[in-house]
């Protein structure tokens, strides 16, 4: 029996969930690996090859580490459970128009809740991830997020959704390290190709990152059914058409066949027209804005006023806002712009380094031309 409880690490085959494993293992912990399969790549229809974490390479590279070290590892399918909540997801939310985050969903509503279905079964007290990120207990009792101390590789952003339930049960071993502290630990443990091993970015379902592709090859006609469309400027004047709403997305610029002697960028998505709505980078700029579906982590709730920093996507910096309670969820009115809100992408508030909440910003106000 371990002294320090069992653990059911989640295991990708990739070097962060290998040497969380690993950490865990040797700190004390009665450790077993699990390799999640989420998707098949042939049914995606993608023209690549099969890469990131969903390979039979990665469950070979998760399952050797295991049995080197002398720990159990299992391979559980979850395929079902995963096209339902995240890929039907991300489909219908480009479809109505948003921009999706399908890392956040499968985060809030399947890879924990997954993991510790197993762990009960399992009998073990923790469940662990090799996600850059760490997790205290409040005075008041509430268990929350911070950041990890790598700021380049902090993982909080796409955590807000985790339940009290779920985080009160998590590890989070890599927290606490720089990303070349882990490809050392790598080599230490004797994996020097695992230290050197490229990291995915691609979402995982869409392994040649065309997320266009995907769409055309997952709704039946797609492409007939949205083709045509005008591009208009804030005031409805037509400028040109496009090959349909669902293949744009807020800010972007790049890639709009459409030119003006100067860079133009959407602005707004209006599906029930198939409009795409485009402007200068200042149309970009917004002061407030509603999210919905709010997961509190750190408190239990806000008071109206509640200043925090606000990041609207992953890489944001983030922004200066007050919130206040709202009948959709929260307002959050910013201190300066915020620049390139997206509906259906995660807005995620922060005291400090610690996260207090988050939710699914919403469309605005329904778009009206001047």
Not at 233 to 256: A, M, S, W
Not at 336 to 362: C, H, R, T
Request: proline share 3%; hydrophobic share 35%; net charge neutral.
């Amino acid at each position: 029996m371990s002294r320090k409880g069992k653990v059911l690490v989640a295991m990708s085959g990739g070097i962060d969930s290998t040497v969380a494993a690993l950490m865990l293992h040797h700190e004390g912990y009665e450790v077993i690996g699990i390799t999640m399969k989420t998707w098949d790549y042939a049914a995606s229809g993608g023209g690549k090859k099969e890469t990131g974490c969903c390979n039979v390479d990665s469950f070979n590279d998760a399952r050797m580490a295991a049995v080197q070290h002398g720990f159990p590892h299992f391979i559980l399918d979850i395929r079902e459970e995963f096209g339902d909540a995240v890929i039907d997801n991300f489909v219908e939310e480009y479809m109505a128009g948003r921009t999706p985050n399908p890392c956040v969903m499968c985060n809030t509503h399947i890879k924990w809740r997954a993991l510790l279905k197993r762990a009960n079964a399992l009998d073990c007290e923790f469940i662990a991830t090799g996600h850059y990120a760490n997790i205290h207990q409040h005075t008041n009792g509430r268990f929350y997020l911070s950041k990890g101390i790598d700021e380049l590789k902090d993982q909080s952003y796409v955590l807000w959704g985790i339940q009290q339930d779920l985080m009160s049960r998590t590890i989070l071993p890599l927290g606490k390290y720089r990303k070349t502290e882990i490809r050392q630990m790598a080599l230490d443990f004797g994996y020097p190709e695992l230290a050197k091993k490229a990291e995915s970015y691609e979402i995982c379902f869409v392994p040649d990152n065309d997320y266009r592709g995907f769409l055309k090859r997952r709704v039946d006609g797609l492409e007939q059914q949205v083709a045509g469309g005008n591009f208009v400027d804030k005031n409805g004047k037509i400028l040109g058409k496009h090959k349909g709403y669902p293949f744009y997305t807020i800010g972007q610029r790049k890639g709009l066949d459409i030119t003006f002697g100067k860079p133009v960028y959407v602005t707004n998505i209006l599906p029930e027209s198939n409009t795409v709505v485009l402007g200068d980078e200042i149309d970009l700029n917004q002061q407030e804005m509603v999210v919905s579906k709010i997961n509190w982590v750190k408190y239990n709730g806000i008071e109206d006023g509640h200043e925090a920093i606000t990041k609207i996507r992953y890489k944001d910096r983030g922004t200066t806002s007050n919130l206040y309670n709202h009948e959709n969820g929260i307002l959050v009115r910013f201190y300066d712009d915020a620049k390139g809100i997206a509906p259906g992408q995660s807005a995620v508030f922060y005291e400090g380094n610690d996260l207090i909440g988050g939710g699914i910003i919403q469309r605005n106000q329904p778009f009206l031309f001047q």
